[in-house]
């Protein structure tokens, strides 16, 4: 079995900077694309970044120049540095990721438990 665990998430003032990671874990034969993903309550699940195995990156138009997508592929890990901070960030973050798992010649997608991130004056 595959786990992304997430961390990184807090309260932060307005304009402030927070970076997520999250490690995935198991019996991994590759990952392929990595992406943070966000919920505020009462609104659908949006994508907010995706980077793929060989770096290649896309954002949200509401978080473009804002937010950065990283990878180290050695460490398994996803990072998402947030900077210049907006109240309308405030969502759960979830990290996803397209693996293949050992054994397999599939591939699909694996969930984060979700991390808080409250952007409040």
């Known amino acids: 079995q595959v786990q992304l665990v997430e961390s990184g998430g807090g309260l932060v003032q307005p304009g402030g900077s927070l970076r997520l990671s999250c490690v995935a874990s198991?019996?991994?034969?590759?990952?392929?694309?990595m992406a943070w993903y966000r919920q505020a309550p009462g609104n659908q699940r949006e994508l907010v970044a995706t980077?793929?195995?060989?770096?290649?990156?896309n954002y949200a138009d509401s978080v473009r120049g804002r937010f950065t997508i990283s990878r180290v592929n050695a460490k398994n890990t996803v990072y998402l540095q947030m900077d210049s901070l907006k109240p309308e960030d405030t969502a759960v973050y979830y990290c996803?990721?397209?693996?293949?798992?050992?054994?397999?010649?599939?591939?699909?997608?694996?969930w984060g438990q979700g991390t808080q991130v409250t952007v409040s004056s």
């Open positions: 996803n990721a397209d693996i293949r798992v050992t054994g397999s010649q599939g591939r699909n997608d694996h």
């Open positions: 198991g019996s991994i034969w590759s990952i392929y694309t």
């Open positions: 980077i793929t195995n060989i770096g290649t990156t």
